[in-house]
């Protein structure tokens, strides 16, 4: 029995521990720059959301680096009234050889960190530096092909102290490139022959944009020296010093032979996928749903990304917005990123075939063509639910039904119940005798209550420039109009009233969806349901039950 409880107890603690909040987020690690010089200098920071009971061990990566220091910080913050407190370990550490090297595993109480690897490449300067200060450009290929990524790194090696520091501009004096600054200057120590220098460090993305020998120019840097005067505020009166680096050449090949796609993309990685807003199991007739194509490079800008080509799909309409172009920095230089989104309108029920999206790209990485897809799939469309009753018919709904009270036994209605009686029978008298008079012209029928409302708000809408507001009315105000007749979306109104209207929606929906320069007014819309008004509803004999092919959502 008491096993049993036990058991029980330990089950229960169990379930308790996997269905509690984690006490523990997971542990961030971040380095400054992968890969790094040996003998270089580099920053690794881990950061948690709660602090250790205990230091942390870091013991464990004295195997491959130096330790040159360590510090922690702490940040408290308030978010939604709930008390957070995070803290950073933050190590200078120095790698003691070439390789690759693991990160270890560091515990935080009952947490720990992932491991990772660092690679250690060998020192840039090929001998012993004969000065305290040197200036050097670096590019991390000497053959590239045309318009792809070329990583240009500026060092000034310093082991004497300075207070201030300028580099000059990149010049290339042979062929076109552009140039893309990765981050701010980066300030980290080497050892070279046990003596140690500072060293600050900028990077730059080249793209060539043509075949050929480029040439990168001598870069200057200026240097000012520490004073050695007591009181020096302004940091003026040192010594300064003009450096001057070696030029750097770089082999630009073209395009090669065996790529024939109408873009050319040297990556080092691509990537295309797409992302839905919306439930594609309830896809129905009539209303949008949003699709978002996102294209991803490793070492090519976002402008360097070009416009998806959209195939056309029989059936629904597609309206592309503007897409959104982003760089990003990393380790290895630029990703560019763009996104499209395109607004796709079924026009009818049945199942639709969206046919595979294919990007051909260069891996810079295998030397061979790649292609990036998107696979095709079905999209199952509904038909749209029957349209809500009018206005007036809700309200008549909506009231609260009573029944009616008895009252008590009175003369006076008595009197009035003959009253009445009178009355329907003068009324009657009156109707026979209207009925034997020739037949006069039929009056227009009284308005229904729901064409009224949905006319206001069409109006409204329109004089507001409100497309998305139109959108709507226009439906109720079809639906009111073409009553009995059952309209469950804007396609059978335009099948109903023709190409003016087909129009007039298409450009609702490219205002929406695709967010032309151009805004949107709704006069024309507006007039032209006036007119349609006056004429009256269209003769249901002269169109067809089939849909087009090409549905205006």
């Known amino acids: ?243 001057r680096s070696q030029p750097v050449y770089i082999d630009v090949e073209p395009i090669p032979a065996d790529f024939r796609a109408p873009h050319w993309l040297p990556a080092n990685r691509l990537e295309l996928r797409e992302d839905w807003q919306g439930d594609l199991n309830a896809l129905v007739a009539g209303e949008p749903i949003t699709r978002s194509l996102t294209l991803v490079a490793d070492g090519l800008t976002a402008a360097q990304l070009p416009e998806l080509s959209l195939p056309p799909i029989d059936g629904i309409k597609q309206y592309p917005d503007q897409p959104a172009l982003d760089n990003s920095l990393t380790s290895s230089g630029i990703r560019g990123e763009r996104l499209q989104k395109v607004a796709l309108i079924p026009g009818a029920e049945g199942v639709y075939r969206l046919p595979p999206i294919e990007l051909f790209w260069w891996n810079l990485e295998t030397g061979k063509v790649e292609v990036a897809t998107i696979p095709g799939r079905e999209l199952i469309v509904e038909a749209a639910q029957a349209a809500p009753a009018g206005v007036a018919t809700e309200v008549a709904e909506s009231a609260p039904v009573t029944a009616p009270s008895v009252p008590r036994a009175n003369p006076f209605w008595l009197w009035l119940s003959l009253f009445l009686g009178c009355g329907w029978s003068l009324t009657a008298l009156y109707w026979w005798l209207v009925a034997r008079r020739p037949a006069a012209p039929a009056a227009a029928p009284a308005e229904h209550p729901s064409l009224r409302q949905a006319r206001r708000e069409l109006q409204r809408a329109c004089q507001a420039a409100d497309a998305a507001g139109a959108r709507r009315a226009l439906l109720a105000w079809g639906q009111a109009l073409l009553a009995p007749r059952e309209i469950h979306n804007l396609h059978q109104l335009c099948v109903a009233f023709g190409a003016e209207l087909t129009h007039q929606v298409n450009l609702i929906n490219t205002s929406l969806y695709a967010k032309p320069d151009t805004p949107w007014h709704g006069d024309d819309l507006l007039r032209l349901c006036q007119r349609l008004e006056q004429q009256g509803q269209p003769d249901s004999s002269t169109t067809s039950g089939l849909l087009p092919l090409n549905p205006t959502g």
Do not use: C
């Open 1 to 243: 029995m008491v096993k049993t409880r036990m058991l029980q107890m330990v089950v229960v603690l169990l379930l308790a521990l996997a269905w509690a909040p984690r006490l523990w987020a997971e542990i961030e690690v971040t380095i400054d720059r992968n890969p790094v010089q040996v003998n270089e200098s580099f920053q690794l920071v881990f950061s948690l959301d709660q602090s250790p009971d205990r230091d942390p061990d870091f013991s464990g990566l004295q195997q491959h680096f130096l330790i040159l220091g360590s510090n922690s910080s702490s940040t408290i913050s308030i978010i939604n009234g709930e008390y957070r407190r995070s803290i950073k370990y933050t190590l200078q550490l120095m790698p003691k050889q070439v390789g690759e090297f693991m990160i270890p595993a560091i515990r935080f109480d009952k947490e720990r960190s992932k491991p990772f690897q660092v690679t250690v490449k060998p020192s840039s300067l090929s001998a012993v530096p004969q000065d305290k200060l040197v200036l050097e450009v670096m590019a991390d290929k000497n053959e590239v092909y045309v318009q792809s990524q070329v990583i240009l790194t500026l060092r000034l090696l310093s082991a004497v102290n300075i207070s201030d520091y300028q580099f000059g501009n990149i010049d290339i004096g042979s062929l076109d490139a552009v140039i893309e600054p990765l981050g701010k200057v980066r300030e980290y120590q080497t050892r070279i022959a046990d003596v140690t220098y500072l060293v600050l460090e900028k990077r730059f993305a080249l793209f060539p944009q043509q075949s050929g020998r480029l040439e990168v120019n001598p870069l200057m840097a200026e240097v000012r020296l520490r004073s050695r005067q007591t009181f020096d505020p302004f940091r003026s009166g040192g010594k300064v010093r003009r450096l």
